[in-house]
């Protein structure tokens, strides 16, 4: 899933591998000296088990302060930039409201937003005071959401509604996986994952 907050790991490392992004580096040097059913397990545990990506204070934080490093650098200290996360599971909502605050306290004018839940768009386009809005997803890999609900052409799709409010929107086709702060969580995760778990050599596994 490209859920910021709810990906999976089969799918966070293959679309990290497959495209060669800064998390596939992170997973290399995280699981380096331990053998595969090893390294798999520590995966689980990181990206598909019962740790979100925003798991507590720290990492909410840690993104809070990793989106606003990853802001286009053609972006105007003036101009709003609106992030569209996933926003389907429960108990994903305090987490997005969470960093939603943490946010705002470092930049008013920096917004997140969720497809479902109490931070939709709706809620947003009063706060869009900029003549040009900033458009971004806050998913991990690009995919329909990005390319279709986020910046598509389509009536209902959020590129499309803040235009419709007379803002010149401009779409950030990038997935979070693509930006070094945010693979510095997930492997921030994954080595704790790892050092939970027994050290197995390669030559030691059966």
Avoid: N
């Avoid at 380096?32 to 019962?50: D, K, M, Q, S």
């Avoid at 909502?93 to 109490?118: K, N």
């Avoid at 009536?155 to 401009?170: L, V």
Wanted: aromatic residues 4%.
């Amino acid at each position: 899933k490209p859920d910021f907050l709810a990906t999976s790991a089969a799918a966070m490392v293959a679309a990290a591998c497959e495209k060669d992004l800064p998390v596939a580096s992170a997973l290399g040097k995280a699981v380096g000296g331990v053998g595969p059913v090893v390294a798999r397990e520590a995966v689980w545990r990181a990206f598909g088990g019962e740790t979100p990506l925003l798991a507590c204070d720290e990492d909410i934080r840690a993104a809070a302060q990793a989106v606003l490093a990853h802001l286009p650098e053609e972006r105007r200290a003036d101009e709003d930039v609106v992030l569209m996360g996933h926003g389907s599971r429960k108990q994903a909502v305090t987490a997005y409201a969470a960093l939603a605050g943490a946010v705002q306290a470092l930049d008013a004018r920096v917004h997140v937003g969720t497809m479902s839940g109490a931070l939709e768009l709706e809620a947003l386009l009063p706060r869009l005071t900029s003549r040009r809005v900033w458009l971004m997803p806050l998913l991990s890999v690009v995919g329909r959401h990005t390319l279709e609900d986020m910046a598509g052409d389509a009536p209902d799709s959020w590129r499309s509604r803040i235009e419709a409010a007379g803002h010149t929107c401009a779409p950030v086709v990038r997935g979070t996986a693509e930006y070094r702060a945010f693979a510095d969580i997930w492997l921030r995760h994954l080595e704790d994952a790892v050092a939970a778990l027994p050290t197995v050599k390669k030559d030691e596994e059966k």
